[in-house]
């Protein structure tokens, strides 16, 4: 049996998802495709486009096996963290054989290369990072620089003292890709890494035109175009992202949203300004991702404060990215502190494995898991406390509080009554 896991957060589902999923089945003959999924908050710091359970369905629907809720602890981390995590709930497993992933730049010798040097860190590479820092460059600024400098001491490494460096290590794919592979060297994985070419649009790219169009182009043609049925008050028209994404996944997605709103990070103004009101500097420093002087120049900024995503913008700087500080705010709405990491981390990254859905033919791949895996495979959320210890718990806590916060936001811009996590059934097709 041939097992394929794959990292995403499917926001939402589109035709560059379904080629990979097919294209892996192919190339390595796998039996089944499992995939690590996002909960209801993604990596860049803000709310899916729809929760979890359907965007569960729309991979179930598109070729996926079976889907596993990646803990939200790491879902909405930094891409080094989300990385770590998904490599761990494989590894885990004990019966995961390919790691799948998109990459710009599929060349897996070169990946392999810059990750050796960001999990090594020689000392000549950590001295040049350091400078960079020094001189204000955010992080990721600073390494592509550091790694420039590095490799243009080595004559063996001609091929990539290139522009192409900066292309690796500035798309969005390539840099999770080379994080996979770091967090497969650092946990000593024997999962064998599989990218496959990214196809079509760009991650950033907002073209909706185009048959492969990216999540990003999706969500912003939907966001430009006010698609809200409840909202608006009329069904909105979803003809121009259709061609985007796979048939089945498309009538999902669009009975959901002609039934339902869709969350932003600005629906959650209220309750961020509230809490960046109520924290003191020292509590707020204590956040994942936040400390002290970031904190301090959020309680001087705080009266300047409008929506979420105004903040954000507002207090980036040049050393801290827009991204780090919409994780921040996350960080904060979901309570998840530095503590909670190293507590994380102590415990293997994941300490339980989560099922959103599976295929009812696929069910052979559960029972695989069963006999390999050393951690719990949680099956009703209510009994997760008999299999879980209590830290294991109070980091499950932070997957239902999380899903208990979007769905209660979600209700109220609905004006309907929220779903409790611990009702919700697990998808099966």
Known sequence: ?????????????????????????????????????????VQRGEPAITDKYERARMA??????????LPALFACASAEYFARAGVALFTRMGCVD?????AENADLSQLNKIAGILVDEPRS????????????????????????????????????????????LSTPNNILGIEYLKALKTCGSQITPYPILREGAGYHDTDILLKNASASAIRQTLKQAGSSGSSSGSAPDFASFSAAMPQEAFRIFSEYLASSTYL???????ILNYLLLFYPAEALACFADCNIEIANRLKKNRSEFSSFTQFAALNQSRDITYARMSRIFTHILLHMTA???????????????RPLGFKKSSSGVLS?????????????????RQTLSDDACRLLEKDIFAADLYEQVLAQKNRTIPRNEYTREIVLL
């Open 60 to 69: 179930l629907s598109c070729g996926a096996d079976l889907v596993l809720e």
């Open 98 to 102: 390919y790691l799948c992933f998109g």
């Open 264 to 270: 932003e990070a600005d629906d959650f103004s209220g």
């Open 368 to 384: 695989e898991i069963k006999k390999h895996t050393d951690i719990p495979l949680i099956g009703k959320l209510a009994n997760a």
């Open 339 to 353: 503590e909670d990491y190293k507590q994380a981390k102590q415990l293997g990254y994941v300490s339980y494995l």
């Open 125 to 168: 590479y950590q001295d040049a990072l350091n400078i960079y820092l020094k001189e204000g460059k955010n992080f990721p600024a600073a390494r592509i620089l550091a790694l420039k400098s590095y490799l243009s001491a080595e004559s063996s490494d001609a091929a990539l003292q290139t522009e192409q460096l900066t292309s690796l």
């Open 1 to 41: 049996m041939k097992i394929t896991g794959i990292i995403a957060e499917y926001n939402p589902f589109h035709n560059g998802h379904a080629y990979q999923i097919a294209k892996i089945k192919e190339e390595t003959d796998s039996d089944y495709v499992i995939v690590a999924m996002s909960g209801d908050f």
